[in-house]
């Protein structure tokens, strides 16, 4: 059997663990070749792809990105998108397709799955963690660490100044990010997409921090919105799945915050740097363990599914499962870590 593997959407930690263990156990225990599609979907797409052996998946589970290259081309908006697909992968004889990526490379999958017959099987990765039917997405662990030692640091400089540091992170429609982070690191403000913000209510809290002779840290999510507004967008351009590109809710927070209380305010982005680097343990431990089982759905035939971590088990469920609806913060978990506000 030859199996194509490919790496779509944002890059993150932990996608080349994935890709080693898939070739590893592929080719020792189960004899199969493998070949890599370069920059998720444009790889079968335009019949993009390289070997892939042993030699070539060693040495890169500490390795951040992922050696396959990643993009957002979705094949359902190209010129007879499926038709090239079908082409390219009957070109390079595969035989089956693992796809490793997020909510749009894996409702891809779902749809050539569903509607096409194309046997493929699912792999879930965003450092969001907004993917339902798993309990983690490998790259969140990585990121938050990356977040939590950003807000550490900011502690001390904001506190130095005596400045309000609003910390803008990653989640569009989801704050596991802001929320994990943000209680990590002591925040004195979170605020997530799933629940629109008071300005007035935020500022409160800056007032109280600094009563209490502490410079305040607000930890936001690039996806919050006022309740009195929209979502802050970097642009009006709209990627080949329909979303819009985010950033700027930090900067307007903080420029709101210095006019209506008065004190200084800066803005620290941390976007892309969440992404990057070296995949933490747990990051290589849960992608290694995905890799390692969906080798096996391939082996089973269990087309359709997608692996997923419950609990500490490796369990498969559908990918259409997994793409119909986000995993989004619950109420009463955000409402637990108010307490810490202000």
């Given at each position: 059997m030859r199996v194509g593997v490919l790496t779509g959407g944002g890059d993150c930690p932990g996608l080349n663990a994935v890709i080693r263990a898939i070739v590893r156990k592929g080719v020792q225990e189960y004899g199969y070749e493998?070949?890599?599609?370069?920059?998720?979907?444009?790889?079968?797409?335009?019949?993009?792809?390289?070997?892939?052996?042993?030699?070539?998946v060693r040495g890169i589970l500490p390795r951040g990105g992922t050696i396959l290259g990643s993009s957002r081309t979705n094949p359902f908006?190209?010129?007879?998108?499926?038709?090239?697909?079908?082409?390219?992968?009957?070109?390079?004889?595969?035989?089956?397709?693992?796809?490793?990526?997020?909510?749009d490379t894996l409702g891809v999958a779902a749809r050539l799955v569903d509607e096409h017959g194309v046997r493929c099987v699912g792999v879930p990765k965003t450092i969001d963690n907004d993917l339902s039917a798993t309990d983690y997405t490998f790259g969140f662990d990585t990121a938050v660490g990356i977040a939590t030692e950003a807000i550490d640091r900011l502690h001390t400089t904001a506190e130095s100044h005596m400045r309000v540091l609003v910390v803008e992170v990653m989640g569009r429609h989801a704050g596991w990010i802001a929320l994990h982070s943000?209680?990590?690191?002591?925040?004195?403000?979170i605020?997530?997409?799933?629940?629109?913000?008071?300005?007035?209510?935020?500022?409160?809290?800056?007032?109280?921090?600094?009563?209490a002779t502490y410079a305040p840290i607000v930890v936001v999510a690039e996806g919050a919105m006022?309740?009195?507004?929209?979502?802050?967008?970097?642009?009006?351009?709209?990627?080949?799945?329909?979303?819009?590109?985010?950033s700027g809710v930090g900067e307007w927070l903080a420029k709101e915050i210095e006019r209506r209380t008065g004190k200084e305010a800066r803005t620290t982005v941390l976007g892309h740097v969440q992404r990057g680097g070296t995949p933490s343990a747990f990051d290589r431990w849960l992608a290694t363990r995905f890799g390692l089982h969906a080798i096996d759905a391939v082996r089973d035939g269990d087309w359709g599914r997608m692996v997923a971590l419950r609990g500490t088990d490796i369990v498969r469920v559908p990918i259409s499962e997994a793409t119909a609806r986000l995993k989004t913060v619950d109420p009463a978990l955000y409402a637990e870590v108010g307490v810490f506000f202000g």
């Open positions: 493998f070949t890599g599609f370069r920059d998720g979907w444009r790889g079968p797409l335009e019949g993009i792809a390289v070997p892939l052996d042993i030699p070539a908006t190209a010129d007879n998108g499926v038709r090239r697909i079908r082409e390219n992968l009957a070109k390079y004889e595969i035989d089956a397709l693992i796809a490793i990526g997020g909510e943000g209680l990590a690191g002591g925040a004195n403000v605020l997530i997409p799933e629940q629109r913000f008071d300005v007035d209510q935020v500022c409160a809290w800056v007032h109280s921090r600094f009563r006022p309740k009195d507004g929209d979502m802050v967008l970097k642009d009006g351009t709209l990627d080949s799945y329909g979303h819009v590109r985010l």
